[in-house]
Nanobody, 125 residues
């Protein structure tokens, strides 16, 4: 049984920063590619950032490039999302997810089999 637990969400003013963490337990962490998704009410989950098993390759949604950084610590079984210069339109629930599809990076939610419970990020204007 794989479990993902996010933390680090909260309320921040526009222009501020948050660091999300996702701790993974239950299986060998470095067998999973990881992703961070955001979801607005009534909409599909959108991949904000993703990272491959080794951490050597990353993906970012165009809107967050240059402001967000995804990283992983395989020794701590944790993936992070550093979010800088946050904007009010980025208010959403953020989820981390794990995929064992292979060596690549995955941006479609259907590639991910394991999900955290989500953490709310609210950016005030």
């Amino acid at each position: 049984q794989v479990q993902l637990v996010e933390s680090g969400g909260g309320l921040v003013q526009a222009g501020g920063s948050l660091r999300l963490s996702c701790a993974v337990s239950g299986r060998t962490f470095n067998r999973y590619a990881m992703g961070w998704f955001r979801q607005a009410p009534g909409k599909e989950r959108v991949c904000v950032a993703a990272i491959n098993r080794s951490g050597g390759s990353t993906y970012y949604e165009d809107f967050v490039k240059g402001r967000f950084t995804i990283s992983r610590d395989n020794a701590k079984n944790t993936v992070y999302l550093q979010m800088n210069v946050l904007k009010p339109e980025e208010t959403d629930v953020y989820y981390c997810a794990a995929s064992d599809d292979g060596e690549g990076i995955y941006v479609r939610q259907y590639s991910y089999y394991y999900w955290g419970q989500g953490t709310q990020v609210t950016v005030s204007s």
